[in-house]
């Protein structure tokens, strides 16, 4: 079918809604907010908090962010280290702290245009969208990972521009009710359009769809590099307190971790375990050592062991503190 037809993208707003209706993750806390002062706020929250993270993990730590910082004014007057100890565990802490500086740029509310959400920290066009449809009820069109996935195998395009798929995203739009239309994408694309072996028999789209029949192709995948990198932390004990070093580094900025060592310095040191840890583009294998701390670099600080959960920890350094101290 042509979607470029009215008669048929009215088809195809029909068996959209009527899968949602039927499939949709509809109980997910920031999906229920229609009347919710705060709305807007929460969908913000909810938006950051699901960037390259799964639902299944980010609703608990939603329901626990919104009861610490139930207003975008609260978020704004908290102290960063209290925002990055409430974000703990979730990982990416960049989307913490710039959540935490938008909200103090915005004043009482999150603006209604997308050139003024685009112009906070850490808002790219799809977040924008998503804020104005699910926060603001304005009828918007976004594109993410996994609508653009959808959209791909829709028009059939291996290798399809950003313009190209707003472009598609603002032509399939249902006005009438982009919030049920916008969320139906969003599920299909996680539930149905997988990356791999797509649920294509059970797709509401399929008659829709021009490159079911070579799903691989679109969009074609992207090779993805890694680097393999060894570090070796100190663990350093005085009394009941342990040392730590709060980074300054863009990726842990304001997060506490184990001082590091050169790998080399580690090798003759007792070895309390050794375990793998991934972010970005590394995989690191971590050792954690003994240390006497003298010759440490960065500022380090000695943190009673009572008083760790009360600072924002990286996972890096949970991790490593498990081998020496189980309930870190």
Request: aromatic share 10%; with cysteine; net charge positive.
């Given at each position: 079918?042509?979607?470029?037809?009215?008669?048929?993208?009215?088809?195809?707003?029909?068996?959209?809604?009527?899968?949602?209706?039927?499939?949709?993750?509809?109980?997910?806390?920031?999906?229920?907010?229609?009347?919710?002062?705060?709305?807007?706020?929460?969908?913000?929250?909810?938006?950051?908090?699901?960037?390259?993270?799964?639902?299944?993990?980010?609703?608990?730590?939603?329901?626990?962010?919104?009861?610490?910082?139930?207003?975008?004014?609260?978020?704004?007057?908290?102290?960063?280290?209290?925002?990055?100890?409430?974000?703990?565990?979730?990982?990416?802490?960049?989307?913490?702290?710039?959540?935490?500086?938008?909200?103090?740029?915005?004043?009482?509310?999150?603006?209604?245009?997308?050139?003024?959400?685009?112009?906070?920290?850490?808002?790219?066009?799809?977040?924008?969208?998503?804020?104005?449809?699910?926060?603001?009820?304005?009828?918007?069109?976004?594109?993410?990972?996994?609508?653009?996935?959808?959209?791909?195998?829709?028009?059939?395009?291996?290798?399809?521009?950003?313009?190209?798929?707003?472009?598609?995203?603002?032509?399939?739009?249902?006005?009438?009710?982009s919030f049920a239309h916008n969320q139906a994408l969003l599920d299909i694309g996680a539930?149905?359009?997988?990356?791999?072996?797509?649920?294509?028999s059970a797709c509401p789209l399929l008659r829709f769809c021009k490159g079911a029949s070579a799903w691989e192709r679109y969009p074609e995948p992207?090779?993805?590099?890694?680097?393999?990198?060894?570090?070796?932390?100190?663990?350093?004990?005085?009394?009941?307190?342990?040392?730590?070093?709060?980074?300054?580094?863009?990726?842990?900025?304001?997060?506490?971790?184990?001082?590091?060592?050169?790998?080399?310095?580690?090798?003759?040191?007792?070895?309390?375990?050794?375990?793998?840890?991934?972010?970005?583009?590394?995989?690191?294998?971590?050792?954690?050592?003994?240390?006497?701390?003298?010759?440490?670099?960065?500022?380090?600080?000695?943190?009673?062991?009572?008083?760790?959960?009360?600072?924002?920890?990286?996972?890096?350094?949970?991790?490593?503190?498990?081998?020496?101290?189980?309930?870190?």
């Amino acid at each position: 079918m042509q979607l470029s037809h009215a008669q048929n993208r009215r088809a195809f707003h029909a068996a959209l809604l009527e899968w949602y209706a039927q499939n949709g993750r509809l109980g997910l806390p920031w999906r229920n907010l229609h009347d919710d002062a705060q709305r807007a706020y929460k969908v913000y929250v909810s938006e950051i908090m699901l960037q390259q993270t799964q639902v299944q993990v980010v609703v608990p730590y939603f329901a626990r962010f919104i009861a610490r910082f139930e207003s975008l004014q609260e978020l704004a007057s908290a102290q960063q280290e209290e925002v990055l100890r409430q974000w703990q565990g979730l990982g990416y802490y960049t989307r913490a702290r710039n959540m935490h500086k938008a909200a103090q740029l915005c004043g009482a509310s999150l603006p209604q245009s997308m050139d003024a959400l685009l112009r906070l920290p850490g808002i790219g066009r799809y977040t924008a969208g998503a804020i104005l449809c699910f926060g603001f009820a304005q009828p918007v069109s976004f594109v993410d990972a996994n609508i653009r996935r959808v959209l791909a195998r829709l028009f059939a395009l291996p290798n399809p521009r950003a313009s190209e798929l707003e472009e598609k995203a603002q032509m399939l739009l249902n006005r009438e009710d982009s919030f049920a239309h916008n969320q139906a994408l969003l599920d299909i694309g996680a539930a149905v359009c997988l990356p791999k072996n797509p649920a294509c028999s059970a797709c509401p789209l399929l008659r829709f769809c021009k490159g079911a029949s070579a799903w691989e192709r679109y969009p074609e995948p992207k090779r993805k590099t890694t680097e393999c990198k060894h570090i070796a932390l100190a663990f350093v004990r005085r009394g009941d307190c342990v040392a730590l070093v709060q980074s300054r580094e863009r990726l842990y900025h304001g997060l506490y971790n184990l001082p590091e060592i050169p790998p080399q310095a580690a090798e003759n040191r007792l070895c309390f375990g050794s375990f793998k840890h991934s972010y970005t583009r590394y995989r690191l294998d971590v050792s954690v050592c003994a240390h006497d701390g003298k010759g440490l670099a960065g500022d380090v600080v000695f943190v009673p062991i009572a008083k760790l959960d009360s600072i924002p920890l990286s996972s890096l350094c949970r991790k490593a503190l498990g081998f020496v101290l189980p309930k870190a």
